[in-house]
């Protein structure tokens, strides 16, 4: 059983920059592939951002890629994401997710889900 609690969102301009960290429990959290996504309101769940186990990155959407970094530190049982010149349009609940398989694509792969942080970019 892995229990995360995402902290770090807020409201930002435009162009300024937040890091979300997701507190993960368990003893296994350095075997999970982990994953960022986000919801805004009337929009599907859409996958940001993915880091296998040993942290290397796994995956990046394209509405996202150059701007935000994915990391995590086993140690801390935390994960991370860096975004950077934000925009308007990256607006909504962002959710951490962990998954036991390794090479997880989609939000049917993850098992386990935060309860998420809003992040709101004002123009």
């Known amino acids: 059983q892995v229990q995360l609690v995402e902290s770090g969102g807020g409201l930002v301009q435009a162009g300024g920059s937040l890091r979300l960290s997701c507190a993960a429990s368990g003893r296994t959290f350095g075997s999970y592939t982990m994953g960022w996504f986000r919801q805004a309101p009337g929009k599907e769940r859409e996958y940001v951002s993915a880091i296998k186990w040993s942290g290397g990155p796994l995956y990046y959407g394209d509405s996202v890629k150059g701007r935000f970094t994915i990391s995590r530190d086993n140690a801390k049982n935390t994960v991370y994401l860096q975004m950077d010149s934000l925009k308007p349009e990256d607006t909504a609940v962002y959710y951490c997710?962990?998954?036991?398989?390794?090479?997880?694509?989609?939000?049917?792969?993850?098992?386990?889900w935060g309860q998420g942080t809003q992040v709101t970019v004002s123009s």
């Open positions: 997710a962990a998954s036991a398989r390794s090479r997880a694509s989609s939000n049917y792969d993850y098992e386990y």
